[in-house]
């Protein structure tokens, strides 16, 4: 048995700047069996044989579908086969450029060599573009330029839709109703992001500096009004004030240390009851309980920070059932108890 191989067309070099060329036909060498069918009888079969590939891919950053090589592939396989049809790719031309500081551009001229059964060939020149920010941008070209030799020298059905099925950058604008959705999504997750929480505030405290070349916004010393303190009131409401203002755990324990030094030196003096005519102080008014919850979370989440504990939201959710945002004093000091004693790890 002697094996000739098949000789492949007698070409001259495409330089990269050339236009494609036309395509050629190389006839079948001496001896092909009567009645074998050359490459163009073989190409119709093909073409009467060939499925249809739909667009089944999508580019979800880009929002467009597109029909794959690897579908393109896959439906021209069988038939290539069953009618003794292949294809030999040859680079003719090939040019790579950058663009920026990482995205490779390449164009390229792809040569296909058709071969039917009886050995001849027909020879056609398909070109390639394609980009990308590591190194597949030959293959992505290379890619592309099959795809739209076998689209249209077999000429698959594309069930009435167009080939231009989204080999490009640019993206395709969406339709209205899909525009509107997005925006409606957009207003909610604005909205949500606008709902305070307990600890949110909206100016910066006495305890942060300003950014640079950032305008010094007014703030409020609190432990001035502190100090200032006439009565128990008047430094419940400033560190009330405080805490909405959303003061950390540090700032209120010096708070309190101004509260507890003002209590134990009025308790060191003398108690004189109030002169003729005077009035004597007001006792003190108990904390709302949003007051004593939002102080309860600062000391909870002082003592997660100390206790190196970044799981502090999932687990207090966990244990009882709700955000930290929506429980009470009682349930957050019982929380920090538990972390402050080693219970929460």
């Known amino acids: 048995m002697t094996?000739?191989?098949?000789p492949l067309p007698n070409l001259p070099a495409v330089p990269t700047a050339a236009a494609v060329a036309a395509p050629i036909y190389q006839p079948a060498p001496v001896g092909p069996a009567e009645g074998t069918p050359n490459v163009f009888g073989a190409i119709a079969a093909v073409m009467r044989d060939v499925m249809p590939v739909a667009k089944d891919k999508e580019n979800t950053q880009q929002r467009y579908k597109f029909r794959g090589i690897d579908d393109v592939m896959s439906a021209m396989a069988g038939p290539l086969r069953a009618h003794?049809?292949?294809?030999?790719?040859?680079?003719?031309?090939?040019?790579?450029?950058?663009?920026g500081e990482k995205m490779t551009h390449v164009t390229i001229t792809m040569r296909y060599h058709v071969y039917g059964p009886a050995g001849d060939c027909l020879t056609a020149e398909v070109p390639g573009e394609a980009s990308d920010f590591a190194d597949k941008a030959t293959n992505k070209a290379q890619s592309a330029a099959l795809k739209y030799l076998l689209f249209t020298l077999f000429m698959i059905p594309v069930d009435g839709r167009s080939v231009d099925d989204g080999d490009r950058d640019h993206p395709v604008e969406p339709p209205p109703e899909h525009r509107a959705e997005r925006q409606q999504r957009q207003q909610q997750r604005g909205q949500r992001q606008?709902?305070?929480?307990?600890?949110n505030r909206a100016e910066p405290g006495p305890w942060e500096q300003p950014q640079q070349g950032q305008q010094q916004p007014q703030r409020t010393d609190y432990l001035a009004h502190a100090e200032r303190a006439n009565s128990p009131e008047?430094?419940?409401?400033?560190?009330?004030?405080a805490v909405q203002a959303g003061a950390p755990a540090e700032y209120l324990a010096q708070l309190d240390a101004v509260a507890a030094r003002k209590r134990?030196?009025?308790?060191?003096?003398?108690?004189?009851p109030p002169q003729q005519g005077e009035q004597a102080p007001p006792p003190s008014v108990p904390k709302s309980p949003e007051v004593a919850a939002a102080e309860a979370e600062n000391a909870l989440r002082l003592a997660a920070s100390r206790a190196n504990l970044p799981t502090?939201?999932?687990?207090?959710?966990?244990?009882?059932?709700?955000?930290?945002?929506q429980a009470g004093a009682q349930q957050l000091d019982a929380f920090r108890a538990m972390i402050e004693n080693g219970g929460a790890r």
């Open 84 to 99: 003794g049809v292949f294809i030999l790719p040859t680079i003719a031309a090939h040019h790579a450029e950058r663009r």
């Open 3 to 6: 094996v000739t191989a098949l």
């Open 312 to 325: 502090l939201d999932a687990d207090f959710e966990r244990v009882h059932g709700l955000p930290i945002a």
């Open 194 to 199: 606008q709902q305070p929480r307990r600890s």
């Open 234 to 241: 008047q430094f419940d409401k400033i560190r009330a004030a």
């Open 264 to 272: 134990g030196a009025a308790q060191g003096q003398q108690q004189v």
